[in-house]
């Protein structure tokens, strides 16, 4: 079983909103944090938000922060991230992890503290 499978990506104008959904194995949320992260050509994979249903941590980047919102169901095995007001440099592709443990710090979200990744969606927001 793929541990997790994004999706949602689109094409969307600059303004508008987007839902992607992560869906992992079951038990997952109970046991790791999920971080979304995103990559635009020629550029470093960059750390989005991350969400911890275990322990209620979460965190956004400051570039992110009052218009994309990470929630999770774990009745459904499911963490979405909502983009609202989306811009031209949103474009990437964007991807879900497994995080190795339970936390997400609220300072920083590294991708080396994720061990599992799903195969990313993009996302490309026209001006």
């Known amino acids: 079983q793929v541990p997790l499978v994004e999706s949602g990506g689109s094409l969307v104008q600059s303004g508008e909103s987007l839902n992607l959904t992560c869906t992992v194995s079951?038990?997952?949320?109970?046991?790791?944090?999920i971080g979304w992260f995103r990559q635009a050509p020629g550029r470093a994979r960059e750390g989005v938000s991350c969400?911890?249903?275990?322990?209620?941590?979460?965190y956004t980047a400051d570039s992110v922060k009052g218009r994309f919102t990470i929630s999770g169901d774990n009745a459904k095995n499911t963490v979405f991230l909502q983009m609202n007001s989306l811009k031209p440099e949103d474009t990437a592709v964007y991807f879900c992890?497994?995080?190795?443990?339970?936390?997400?710090?609220?300072?920083?979200?590294?991708?080396?503290?994720?061990?599992?990744w799903g195969q990313g969606t993009q996302v490309t927001v026209s001006s």
């Open positions: 992890a497994r995080g190795f443990g339970r936390w997400c710090s609220s300072r920083y979200l590294m991708d080396t503290d994720f061990g599992a």
């Open positions: 079951p038990d997952t949320l109970n046991y790791h944090s």
């Open positions: 969400l911890s249903l275990g322990t209620g941590s979460t």
